[in-house]
């Protein structure tokens, strides 16, 4: 059918049956051939041009032997969809202030359906159709079609299918299903797949397509990097002969000197000379030009440079921080461009069949993981150390642990807390268990605070300069050594006075 007989049927409302996606013996003859066999530059191009056209069997089957044969590709692929499938799914609720039409209790029967639909597609492949979808950053594109339930009450899974079964129509944008894998593609050979049908990903940018080229260099690289070693990586030996062989028995001297040069065992006549050519190997220009290549393939999947590949940073962390980022940004844009797809088609399908002519106020998503209980910690450490404590109750509700404190351990952190500028003592707590009496001690804290208060006030001033200098930390430091207040010995003395005599009190035997 002629692109203007679909259009008029879409005018129409004709309504297509599904397809029936089924491979037929061409396309599983061209899956099992090795496209990268004898692959030169001017073959890569005329498939770039053939896809072009919409026609993407032969790009594709390209595509997928060069991620399976180049390492690096390889590892940026899995590293990126592995990132991906390290989230959460959830589903979420629409805000009112998103839609013009919100019934609350409309958005929680509609959550509580899709949990339950997106629940059993998790027991399915759900992960498997994620990752899939994923490719479509390499590849350009990537579809899976939705596998409903008995009237249309859940999600029992996802079809996942291979990119050169599709073609497309480069005037309508519409898909095409290719059973044969051929680019000889045609209406009477193809049939279109119809709108709303099949969870899609499209990338216009892709990995892949700039890929390609590099791997072609990097093969060629390769090839004459092999013969850069193998004529220069082990010197070559040459051996001389003595003036005196007899001419019948060159051949023989010959054979003997042959082995020998190639690593075995011999005899030569006496006189031999034994010479290694060494001077001529010069520079090695291909580690260089290869490195470059495999640094161009990463910073396209990743935003930036593994750290195996950046070598040492120097001082600190270096680059790292920044690429973590670069990274992270990648994986949250890959997560929206796969959710929007299965929210078209997967989502809106279940809830036109279960909430007819109802807005829709719920929809799935994908989250960061949850951190780890290290994580926590390590966060709630790093909170101590700024001079903020987390809340017990709730480390101890993500954490799953029970807190008791450790009243021998050192405190840590900051002496004075941030949110107490006057001064104000971070003490330990003892601990909740413990049914001693505590002592009033605020006479030895009052002390402490008199005789550092000079010591405060000097780096109250230093802190709110506008810009300190060596000189004045050094004030501050003379200032500190030079607090010797009599206060608080005074308030230790009496207070170790009186704790001593309590405890002889407990110890004297009744009358």
Known sequence: MSFFG?????????????????????????EVNNPLRGLTVTQTQNIFDTARMGLYADLQLLYAAIEEADPILLTCLERRSTTLLSMDWTI????????????????????????????????????????????AFFRGFSHARPLYGAGMKTLEGFEL???????????????????????????????????????????????????????????????????????????????????????DRELEYLGAASKTALGGTGALPSGSDVKY???ARGTDPFTAFLKRQQELVVLMSTGGLFTTLEGATGIGQGASPEHAKAFRSIILRDARAVVEPINRVATAALLNAQFPGRPHLAYFDLTEPAPTTNELLDSAAKAKAAGYRVEKSWLEEQTGYTLVEDAAAAPQGPMFNREAPTGRLNMPVMNKETTAPQRDRSAVLRALRQDIAPALAKAAEVINMP????????????????????????????????????????????K
């Not at 899709?114 to 990752?131: C, I, T």
């Not at 990119?163 to 309508?172: E, G, K, M, T």
């Not at 193809?190 to 099949?198: A, F, I, K, R, S």
């Not at 430091?477 to 405890?503: W, Y």
């Open 161 to 247: 299918f291979d990119n050169w079964n599709f073609c497309r129509d480069i005037v309508s944008g519409a898909w095409w299903w290719n059973p044969d894998a051929t680019t000889a593609a045609n209406e009477s050979n193809c049939v279109e797949v119809p709108p709303g049908e099949l969870v899609s990903v499209v990338r216009t940018r892709h990995v892949n397509y700039p890929a390609m080229e590099i791997y072609i260099r990097r093969a060629l690289g390769d090839k004459k990097y092999g013969i850069f070693i193998e004529r220069y990586g082990v010197p070559p030996v040459i051996i001389i002969m003595p003036p005196d062989v007899p001419k």
């Open 92 to 135: 979420r609720e629409t805000t009112a202030e998103r839609m013009r039409v919100y019934d609350k209790n409309l958005a929680a029967e509609q959550a509580k359906f899709l949990n339950y639909a997106f629940a059993d597609a998790e027991r399915g492949n759900l992960a498997a159709m994620l990752e899939h979808l994923a490719l």
């Open 467 to 510: 810009a300190a200098t060596p000189a004045d930390f050094d004030a501050l430091a003379a200032r500190v050594d030079a607090t010797k207040g009599a206060a608080l010995p005074v308030a230790m003395e009496t207070e170790i006075a009186a704790a001593f005599a309590e405890g002889a009190k407990k110890e004297e035997p009744p």
């Open 277 to 279: 050519a060494t001077d």
């Open 6 to 30: 679909r259009v008029f049927d879409a005018m129409l409302g004709k309504s297509r049956e599904p397809v029936l996606y089924e491979k037929s013996e061409t396309s599983a003859w061209m």
